[in-house]
């Protein structure tokens, strides 16, 4: 019998980092939504959503850390999945331990690993067992800054107009690097080569998307020259991607507070990618903090 193969997401990740609400953003995108789904029983789920009657084009399946077998349980069942021409994405929501103790403790519910321990000991567990799906993920979201309605347009971001194959989507993300790094960078820029707008007085309180501010950081010695190079690697990386089949991608641009040299080059390379063809979404992390 001919069969319909379906676009399928697997959406894991941290207890309380938030599958149950990127799970109802992709019920109400029109995704069929499996929750709690063992791992096993993914190529099942394939099979009967492929079938010519009653096809089911898009599905996401939850699944979590409970089955000790989990992370060679999830390894197989997507070999499996790949082997008959399926190639599944996984979705992998991630969050601080700080955030996550404070999201157990405001429901007042143990988490699924701690047994006789505390919410950190289950935290710690699960965290170790989802080393190696949180690496092979095609998307990391943090959610540790995010509420429900942030949470939920990251995941229209990413899904809304999926129907099919989807080509490469970037977010390149300008940060502080006295906040500390963006957990679900993929790509990391450094751009405290460059001298700091923050030291010239009418620059400092304007920020990277500012006329001044831009023309001040590009106009500076290997501005241009970092932006040409880093530009070549990033299209380099791109083919690559797209051979790997790997659909999303963040890239990182810090610089000391996020506010001047990160943002000014981070809509570049934003611009860049986009005259590539990617589909682009630039965001700035710390600004505004200061």
């Known amino acids: 019998m001919t069969q319909h193969v379906p676009d399928i997401v697997i959406v894991t990740g941290m207890s309380g980092a938030g599958r149950s609400t990127a799970a109802k953003a992709l019920e109400d995108l029109d995704w069929f939504v499996v929750d709690n789904l063992p791992p096993g029983l993914l190529a099942t789920m394939a099979d009967l959503g492929g079938r010519v009657q009653d096809a089911v ?5 939850v699944v979590d850390v409970r089955s000790r077998a989990f992370t060679s349980d999830l390894h197989s069942a997507i070999g499996e999945l790949e082997a008959r021409g399926t190639h599944p994405r996984v979705v992998f929501l ?4 700080d955030a996550l103790v404070r999201r157990f403790e405001s429901v007042r519910r143990p988490h699924p690993l701690q047994a006789d321990g505390r919410i950190p000991d289950g935290i710690a567990r699960e965290r170790a067992q989802l080393l190696e799906i949180r690496a092979a993920a095609d998307l990391v979201i943090d959610t540790t800054n995010l509420n429900v309605h942030q949470l939920r347009a990251k995941v229209v971001d990413a899904f809304g107009d999926t129907g099919g194959e989807s080509s ?3 977010t390149v993300v300008s940060f502080g690097y006295k906040y500390g790094l963006p957990v679900d960078a993929d790509l990391v820029v450094d751009c405290r080569f460059l001298p700091n707008p923050h030291w010239v007085p009418e620059l400092r309180p304007q920020n990277g998307r500012d006329e001044a501010v831009r023309d001040y950081v590009l106009g500076q010695r290997g501005a241009k020259e ?4 880093y530009t070549d690697v990033l299209r380099l990386l791109i083919e690559g991607y797209e051979r790997e089949g790997k659909h999303y991608v ?8 996020g506010k001047h040299r990160s943002v000014a080059m ?3 390379f934003g611009q860049r990618l986009r005259d590539e063809g990617v589909d682009v979404q630039v965001a700035h992390r710390d600004l505004g903090r200061e």
């Open 250 to 257: 963040t890239l990182a641009v810090g610089c000391t507070g």
């Open 168 to 170: 490469l989507r970037a």
């Open 266 to 268: 981070a809509e570049q």
């Open 94 to 97: 991630e969050a601080s331990d």
């Open 226 to 229: 970092f932006l040409d190079s």
């Open 57 to 61: 084009p898009r599905i996401a399946v």
